[in-house]
Nanobody, 122 residues
């Protein structure tokens, strides 16, 4: 299982860094992704990173504002979110898949974190 953390309340224009790590040490290579779900909306792709981290992908609404990275020694994935907007308010979920290539589709991920709330006030 995955543990997501780092959410909270922030003013528009502010920054947050989320993190996601397995609850236990993993011995396999995995690609990781972040998705978000706002009230009344479907879960949507935010960002993803391949193994060991050479390739990253971003949804258009967050390009230029979010940066995803990973520290493989700590087995942790970090999305750094800057210039946050009220429309970024959602529950953010991290996910992992047992392949080195990342994916935009939530259906391609096997393991999910519990979600962390991000609220951006205007």
């Amino acid at each position: 299982q995955l543990q997501a953390s780092g959410g909270g309340l922030v003013q528009a224009g502010g920054s947050l860094r989320l993190s996601c790590a397995p609850s236990g040490r993993t011995s396999s290579s995995y690609a990781a992704g972040w998705f978000r779900q706002a009230p009344g909306k479907e879960r949507e792709f935010v960002a993803a990173i391949s193994w060991p981290g050479r390739t990253t992908y971003y949804a258009d609404p967050v390009k230029g504002r979010f940066t995803i990275s990973r520290d493989n020694a700590k087995d942790t994935v970090y999305p750094q979110m800057t210039s946050l907007k009220p429309e970024d308010t959602a529950v953010y979920y991290c996910a992992a898949r047992g392949y080195t290539t990342a994916s935009y589709s939530p259906d391609d991920y096997d393991f999910w974190g519990q979600g962390t709330q991000v609220t951006v006030s205007s």
